[in-house]
């Protein structure tokens, strides 16, 4: 079945650390892959995507992301985290079905 | 600047007391999606328009219905409102199904 896992329910870092979020995917083709974020009471806003080429994809706000098939993951990283990166930020796959799938979600802290 | 904009933001309905939701697209997008996002979920697609022809999922309650007048406009109605849809209204956009979809703020459903 298709799916889009993210393991990482709640994550607290401090403000000027580095970030991680994992996200991995279960398809039988490389699907586009999409990272959201989602502030409280808000919608969803693009951070950056995957469709094909460059396996490292850089996206708005210092985002960044790595397609890794092997693992079939697309892990998102940012180098130095901002008291108000803190938000929902979501994992999905849009595959031949053309339907978007999502991750549960991941929510990140940011202590000062 | 292109957009996509949800009226109202905030709805607050009767216990199954007609309401509709509307959104509207500046982006001259020939998809849009409506989804239903529950606190501390992931959004869940309900139903999408490819220009005027309507695609409904499958476990989508009878009780949500949609209504695209044109391009630009898309309708959600919700003909009798339980608890139970008490959620986050978020609409979408995308130029094709194989593309990437552009969220709404949302609208803030709550049901008394």
């Known amino acids: 079945a298709q799916s889009v896992t993210q393991p990482d329910i709640h994550i607290t870092v401090s403000e000027g650390a580095s970030l991680e979020l994992r996200c991995n995917y279960s398809y039988g083709a490389t699907p586009y892959l999409f990272w959201y974020v989602q502030s409280p009471g808000q919608g969803l806003q693009l951070l950056l995507k995957?469709?094909?080429?460059?396996?490292l994809v850089q996206g708005i706000k210092g985002f960044e992301a790595e397609f890794k098939r092997s693992q079939s993951s697309f892990n998102l990283r940012k180098p130095s985290v901002h008291w108000s990166d803190a938000a929902e930020y979501f994992c999905?796959?849009?595959?031949?079905?053309?339907?978007?799938?999502f991750g549960t979600g991941t929510r990140l802290t940011v202590i000062p | 600047d292109a957009m996509v904009i949800q009226n109202p933001r905030y709805q607050v309905t009767q216990f199954g007391k007609p309401v509709t939701l509307s959104c509207s697209q500046t982006?001259?997008?020939?998809?849009m999606y409506w989804y239903q996002q529950k606190s501390s979920q992931a959004p869940k697609l309900l139903f999408h328009?490819?220009?005027?022809?309507?695609?409904n999922e499958a476990d989508t309650p009878d009780n949500f219905q949609s209504r695209r007048p044109n391009t630009s406009f898309c309708f959600l109605d919700i003909r009798s409102p339980g608890l139970g849809d008490a959620a986050m209204y978020l609409c979408?956009?995308?130029?094709?199904?194989?593309?990437?979809?552009?969220f709404g703020p949302g609208t803030r459903l709550t049901v008394l």
């Open positions: 979408a956009t995308s130029s094709r199904r194989t593309d990437t979809q552009y």
């Open positions: 999905a796959a849009l595959t031949g079905a053309n339907n978007l799938f």
């Open positions: 982006l001259n997008h020939n998809v």
């Open positions: 995957y469709f094909s080429g460059d396996t």
């Open positions: 328009y490819y220009d005027k022809d309507f695609n």
